[in-house]
Each structure stands twice: as structure tokens, then as C-alpha cells.
């Protein structure tokens, strides 16, 4: 046996303590073996549903503009310090394996809408992959489809005044190409065999 296999299996399990701790906050630890890696038929109706948001580029975005590709959707923010970001990368990181032809999409859903405006979102989504689509509305709107996606979100104050962080469920979820939810999908994991997995939602 690799040494490389004691650790993957440790970082996976890391993954779902992480997803664990996450959704439980949320009040959802029944779902928490739902959202699990290779889970894909569980807990499917209660995930996700149809939004109307607005993008970076300013236009309406509703689930059926996504209809008949395969879809991520990822919420967080752009002052998000650390999170976000990776996860960011390690998605442009698959879409890239998956060539630019292929009509897959990954939506950045803020849980910040009081500063994540489309300008705000534009420029932070800028350097990744044009099929990564920032999603942003009202705070009711934001609201909707975060608690459709069972999303945990809660300011955190910080050390100045009017300054704060956000805390917020970390899952990236899979969506297929009626909209539905599939399973949460793994990034800890090369590009290549996530891209795999994607590819077979085409």
C-alpha cells in the first residue's frame, strides 16, 4: 500500500467531519450522510429548487438558464479570506481538464449581498473561468435559495467597527442536467478524476 493512501483516506475523512460540523450548525445533521461524496440519491428533493439572482455581469440568471448542462453551486463571498478561494481555484482547476467546449457551469452564490454587489463579483470572479457565474440579489432573495440549499450563513463581528466575516456551509454541491441535486462534490482530489465525475453528468 502507498503512503499516499493513509492520507487521502484521512483528508476524506477530515472532508466529512468538516461537512458534518457545517450542516449541523444548520440544524440539518439528518442530512449530513445525504450530501456525502457518492451519495447520489439521497436527499436529492430536499436540495436545491428554482432561484432567479442576479450576476456579475448584471443580468438575471434563473435555474433554467442552466437547464441541460451540469451545474456546482458554491456559496460564499468575496472577502471570504481563505475558503472560498481554494475552493475557487480547485474548481477552475477541474473545468480546465474539462476543456473549454465542454457545457458545464459552477455557480458563486454571496452570502454578503450587502457588499457583493455584480461590480464586487465581477471583479473578484475576473481571473477564473468565464463558466463560473457569481449570483448575488436582495438580502430576501439571497436568503431563498440559501436556505433551498440548506446553506448556514451568520455575520461574525470583527475587530473594527462595521467590519465582519461570514461563517458559512462549506459543501460544494452537484447538480445535474435537470437541476437536480446529485451529491456534494469532492475537490480533495486530483483535477483529473473530479473532472471525470463531472463529465459523466454531460
Not at 145 to 171: L, M, N, Q, W
Not at 174 to 182: A, E, I, Q, S
Amino acid at each position: 500500500m502507498s503512503k499516499k493512501a493513509p492520507q487521502k483516506q484521512a483528508s476524506r475523512q477530515l472532508l466529512y467531519i468538516v461537512l458534518g460540523f457545517a450542516l449541523g450548525l444548520a440544524g440539518l445533521t439528518g442530512l449530513v450522510y445525504a450530501v456525502m461524496p457518492g451519495r447520489a440519491d439521497l436527499g436529492s428533493a430536499a436540495i436545491g429548487g428554482s432561484f432567479a439572482m442576479i450576476s456579475q455581469d448584471g443580468r438575471v440568471v434563473t435555474n433554467a438558464d442552466l437547464a441541460g448542462r451540469p451545474y456546482l453551486v458554491f456559496f460564499g463571498y468575496a472577502h471570504c479570506p481563505d475558503f472560498c478561494p481554494t475552493a475557487l481555484f480547485d474548481i477552475l482547476a477541474v473545468f480546465k481538464e474539462l476543456g473549454p467546449d465542454k457545457k458545464v457551469a459552477a455557480l458563486f452564490v454571496t452570502v454578503d449581498p450587502e457588499r457583493d454587489t455584480p461590480d464586487v463579483l465581477k471583479a473578484y470572479l475576473e481571473n477564473f473561468d468565464s463558466r463560473i457565474i457569481g449570483l448575488t440579489g436582495d438580502p430576501s432573495k439571497t436568503e431563498t435559495i440559501a436556505k433551498a440549499f440548506r446553506v448556514y450563513a451568520k455575520k461574525v463581528p470583527g475587530e473594527k467597527t462595521g467590519d465582519y466575516t461570514v461563517d458559512h456551509t462549506g459543501v460544494v454541491y452537484l447538480m445535474d442536467k435537470r437541476g437536480k441535486f446529485v451529491s456534494a462534490f469532492n475537490l480533495q482530489r486530483p483535477p483529473r478524476q473530479a473532472a471525470r465525475e463531472l463529465e459523466a453528468y454531460l
